[in-house]
């Protein structure tokens, strides 16, 4: 018999197969309300938009 692999991580556990640090990006605290993405104001959803209310930025549902 032959050297067997090491299996693939399973697709429902994608956290095993990767590296540390993306773990521990992962696990950054998320802000309890929404920011602004360029000053980091604070936001204000309205239904697909969210407006920052300090500088005016604007960031659309269809925006990545």
Known sequence: MG????PLPAPDRPEEGRAPEEHRED??????HPVC???GGA???RHCKIVCLNC?????CSDP
Do not use: F, H, N
Not at 56 to 60: E, I, K, L, P, T
């Open 27 to 32: 696990m950054r605290p998320q802000p309890a």
């Open 3 to 6: 050297a067997t692999k090491d």
């Open 37 to 39: 993405d360029l000053c």
């Open 43 to 45: 936001v204000e959803e």
């Open 56 to 60: 005016g930025y604007q960031r659309d």
